[in-house]
């Protein structure tokens, strides 16, 4: 059932694209691997850890699938400068709609550009970091654009398919409203409390801090560049988060045990 | 090296009193463990599952060592029901300074009484959530009063350390500050995000959420009792770290990156 790709091409063979090509290559979904990455000590190590089974400096012209493993602020360029090319592109970026109006602000949607981020990841960044398991069970969000076209949209799905993710397909806009709260709320969070925190505080933590405060270890500048190209969906999201935090403290603070528990239950509930 | 006490009496044989009774065995600290548990069903599952050799109604004049493993509000009544008791006492509540002010309030602080807070727990609770390895490696802060007596506070010391607990000791009011930031806040955070979290979006996460959340599954009516009783603490620590949330948000707001970038990577180094 599976598609099998003759060639995919991995534009950035960071820690998201060399776990891909380690899954690709592993799950049979592709022959041959050609990586695109501009930092030479990178692309060396993927080359000689057998990551990709070439580099070179631009996409060939037989690739039937792009991957765009870049940062979100580069991924418009390339989307543009592959607009013609026969193969279907995607990018991993985490916020899609800046991505899908930079792409707007010069081109009309292109129909090969199909944008999907793969829930998952790691505090860890480069080719060495890569995992073979990434993808496997992780929910991949596609986003098609009012221009995507269905072969484009199909061939993705059938990529990650095979590497063993699920797929889920919303808006652009959606994608950021839901992540919004799901995803930039939490590492939020975690950063800004982290702040409070001392190195005399450590020894006395448990299993609960130490899981509340992972994503805290996540990349500062990658994290930065996130808030800024979901700012208003993630200020929506903490100022809604916000008033039911102070309406807990209240209760707290009130004593109100019948509301209290309701509200923390009602939390509890969910999450198990 | 480590101690070993004939018989050492378990007030409430719950998720930590069982686990309490499966390590005191394991490592051979303890040579008879007698359960007092007003819950019938409780104590005839730890008699049958081999965590107690007895269930008795009070505790026995010749028990050297009390572990009082009662909700925090029950602790101050058996306190001072033992005071004249040879054995030394602990309990294990997650917050120290109301029980020993409970206690305060009605007698003299007894020498016998060292209370005891080991920073560990799961999600579930009764007996049969027990776990033999809930303490191993596990931190366990030793809060003594002005009255605890030298004896008292080494025998309690020398039975934790021979589960293979770490100890830290503070003064009630240390513990129950530090806390408030390390444990109580992250709770308090974390079921204030879910209450904004919806089915829906549950397929859209992945990893991180997972492990934010995880402490958000805990016993409710426990936590409003934490909350309650270490209320000015929490709320404290609340503030501050509202401030620090308020600054980064503004920060986000303003496109700040040079400020932003640096709280969220003093966050994350000394998550790292």
Redesign the interface.
């Known amino acids: 059932m599976s598609k099998n790709f003759h060639k995919i091409a991995i534009v950035g063979v960071g820690l998201i694209g060399g776990s891909l090509a380690l899954a690709l290559r592993k799950q049979g979904v592709a022959d041959s691997i050609v990586g695109i990455e501009s930092n030479p000590a990178s692309a060396q190590w993927a080359l000689e850890n057998g990551l990709v089974d070439q580099i070179a400096d631009r996409v060939p012209e037989d690739a039937q699938l792009v991957a765009l493993c870049v940062p979100s602020d580069l991924v418009s360029n390339w989307v543009i400068e592959l607009a013609d090319h026969s193969a279907a592109i995607f990018d991993v970026g985490s916020v899609k709609g800046p991505i899908v109006s930079a792409v707007e602000s010069q081109i009309n949607l292109p129909q090969n550009f199909v944008p999907c981020h793969p829930?998952?990841?790691s505090?860890k960044s480069g080719p060495e970091a890569a995992q073979v398991d990434l993808f496997e069970d992780?929910?991949v969000?596609l986003t098609p654009t009012q221009n995507t076209s269905t072969d484009a949209l199909n061939l993705v799905a059938q990529c990650w398919q095979g590497l063993g993710a699920?797929i889920?397909k919303l808006s652009p806009q959606e994608h950021d409203s839901?992540?919004a709260?799901?995803?930039h709320?939490?590492?939020?969070?975690?950063?800004?409390?982290?702040?409070?925190?001392e190195?005399k505080?450590l020894?006395?933590?448990?299993?609960?801090?130490r899981?509340?405060?992972?994503?805290?270890?996540?990349?500062?500048?990658l994290?930065?560049r996130i808030?800024?190209l979901n700012?208003d969906e993630?200020?929506t999201?903490?100022d809604?988060?916000?008033a039911?935090?102070q309406s807990?403290?209240q209760n707290?603070?009130d004593?109100d045990?019948e509301s209290?528990?309701a509200?923390?239950?009602?939390?509890?509930r969910?999450?198990?």
């Open positions: 829930i998952s990841g505090e992780c929910m969000v699920k889920s839901v992540l709260l799901t995803s709320l939490p590492h939020l969070l975690a950063f800004a409390f982290m702040q409070q925190v190195s505080h020894p006395l933590t448990g299993g609960g801090f899981d509340f405060t992972r994503i805290a270890g996540a990349n500062p500048e994290w930065w808030f800024q700012k993630v200020l999201a903490l809604a988060f916000s039911d935090l807990l403290a707290i603070r004593a045990s209290g528990i509200q923390i239950s009602a939390a509890a969910k999450r198990q």
